[in-house]
């Protein structure tokens, strides 16, 4: 059974860091495309960085990659997305999706399974 689960998000100042966590299981994530995707209340979701199943990342959002990174550990089936120097206007629901292919898309219809959601909130 796929299961991705989001963790790490919470309250933090403007400038300040968080390091969110996705825990995958049901399958290997080595050769597999996994997404960062966040949604603020009124808004659309979208998509803020993928890792590829082999390659770089992509960011999707401008700026993205000057103040987040992305990273993964195989054999723990672990994504994690850093980001740093969070604004008030980062405050969202941040889900992590796959679609178990080795691609990335920014298009969240392209992803077939999804976690729940962790919160970031950046106060100002």
């Known amino acids: 059974q796929v299961q991705l689960v989001e963790s790490g998000g919470g309250v933090v100042q403007s400038g300040g860091s968080l390091t969110l966590s996705c825990q995958v299981s049901?399958?290997?994530?080595?050769?597999?495309?996994v997404a960062w995707f966040r949604q603020a209340p009124g808004t659309e979701r979208e998509a803020v960085f993928c890792?590829?199943?082999?390659?770089?990342?992509?960011p999707y959002l401008d700026g993205v990659e000057n103040r987040s990174t992305v990273s993964r550990d195989n054999a723990k089936k672990i994504i994690t997305l850093q980001m740093d120097n969070l604004k008030p206007d980062h405050t969202a629901m941040y889900y992590c999706?796959?679609?178990?292919?080795?691609?990335?898309?920014?298009?969240?219809?392209?992803?077939?399974?999804w976690g729940h959601g962790t919160q970031v909130t950046v106060s100002s």
């Open positions: 999706a796959t679609d178990r292919r080795l691609g990335c898309s920014g298009d969240g219809r392209q992803y077939k399974f």
């Open positions: 049901g399958f290997q994530v080595d050769y597999v495309a």
């Open positions: 890792i590829r199943g082999t390659g770089p990342w992509v």
